[in-house]
């Protein structure tokens, strides 16, 4: 019946109908829902019916599972500070639920109400990558965002970060990242520090109010590290309690609303693995490359960052490592796109990381950073891959010139 009504409506949006000015708008919903029938009709085109449309959809669908543990968390963190000793599931899922809900509207309203314009404006179809920048932003910020800071980062995300370099599949940096580095460096008081991470208002009535007594803290683990000063530091939770390693792998600690559960953010990988969707290659060597440098970071230990603050693998169970490895550093229109340069890109998002967190007292998370410069020196990666392949087929074939003159 719908697609029934869609095709009935479409000749008004056609050139020559009486609302051909809004074809960009009705395109957009008509291949969101279906899967286009305008295709080719000749010459070496594959036809596949896994569009663009469809990758973003799965890619969503692999970020759920985060996305549900972050409202669970969110509660949860506010109960706990809160001096609550009972957690009820659904008070808890619900105050999650309507403390991100906004966030997401505002997200979505304000970079697709961008794209939207910008294509009726250029006469284009409307680009679909906005369908997982729009949850990455809530994701990966705050909860305690101000909702008007994620609007105007995100304008200024996707004005000047994409449309202005064509759109969708132009872009050079990561949009939700860049989103993200404006808020810390534009809003820092706002986005790190005790109280950014914790949502500390009752919703409706459910949950409590997190005062911030003393003896209660909502830095997270690695804010907690960047003002330790050695000894035998211990990472506790909001009240004081020691945090187990376990509770990171769970994601049962203070963070960004997404980033925290790494078992949640190993379902999103292996949905993005098995319908090959994202590459294995980067999601490897980033994770190898975090191993490698928490090892040295680790074996040669500072005054400045002691051995025993983190193990090479709590590395990746804390902060955004483990997110940024799955779903930030796997972005296929910024990370490297040869083979080789995947291994490259991906091992030096891992090293980056680790370094601007061990080395670097300014700022106790390297992710989200060690993504953006990699994702700048991408094409230079593929650019020496490729040169460095067609130097040695030439080098082969000039030697099978030689042998057979």
């Not at 991100?100 to 990558?129: M, N």
């Not at 040869?338 to 998370?365: C, D, S, W």
């Amino acid at each position: 019946m719908l697609k029934k009504y869609l095709d009935r409506m479409k000749p008004h949006f056609e050139p020559g109908g009486k609302l051909h000015a809004f074809h960009s708008v009705f395109d957009g919903l008509e291949t969101f829902l279906y899967t286009p029938e305008t295709t080719s009709k000749s010459g070496v085109h594959i036809h596949d019916s896994l569009d663009s449309k469809r990758v973003m959809i799965i890619v969503v669908l692999a970020l759920l599972p985060c996305l549900l543990f972050g409202m669970y968390n969110t509660g949860y963190q506010n109960l706990l500070g809160s001096g609550a000793t009972e957690f009820p599931f659904w008070s808890i899922m619900a105050y999650g639920f309507l403390a991100i809900l906004p966030r997401i509207i505002v997200t979505y309203v304000v970079g697709l109400g961008i794209e939207f314009a910008v294509a009726q404006w250029r006469g284009e179809e409307i680009q679909e990558g906005f369908l997982v920048t729009g949850i990455l932003i809530p994701l990966i910020c705050p909860i305690e965002t101000p909702v008007w800071m994620l609007a105007v980062a995100t304008a200024f995300s996707v004005i000047f970060v994409k449309e202005v370099f064509g759109g969708t599949g132009y872009n050079i940096f990561n949009v939700a990242l860049v989103t993200r580095a404006v808020l810390f460096f534009g809003y820092p008081a706002q986005m790190s520090g005790d109280h950014a991470f914790i949502a500390t208002k009752p919703i409706l009535g459910l949950g409590g109010t997190v005062t911030y007594a003393d003896g209660i803290s909502g830095a997270t683990p690695l804010g907690q590290i960047a003002t330790a000063n050695g000894g035998d530091f211990v990472i506790h939770n909001i009240i004081g309690q020691p945090i187990s390693d376990w509770d990171a792998f769970l994601g049962l600690i203070p963070g960004s609303f997404g980033e925290t559960s790494t078992l949640c953010i190993l379902i999103g990988a292996a949905i993005l693995l098995f319908t090959g969707i994202a590459s294995w290659r980067i999601m490897a060597s980033v994770v190898v490359g975090g191993l490698f440098m928490g090892f040295i970071a680790n074996t040669f230990a500072t005054p400045t960052y002691p051995a025993s603050y983190l193990t090479p693998l709590q590395q990746l169970l804390y902060g955004g490592f483990a997110f940024a490895a799955v779903f930030m550093a796997t972005d296929p229109v910024t990370a490297a796109r040869t083979g080789l340069g995947k291994y490259i890109y991906g091992f030096m998002v891992g090293v980056i990381a680790v370094i601007i967190r061990t080395y670097n007292n300014g700022y106790p998370e390297g992710a989200m950073l060690a993504v953006l410069l990699m994702n700048a020196l991408a094409p230079l990666i593929d650019y020496c891959v490729v040169q460095t392949n067609i130097s040695r087929r030439m080098r082969r074939l000039k030697a099978k010139t030689e042998q057979a003159s």
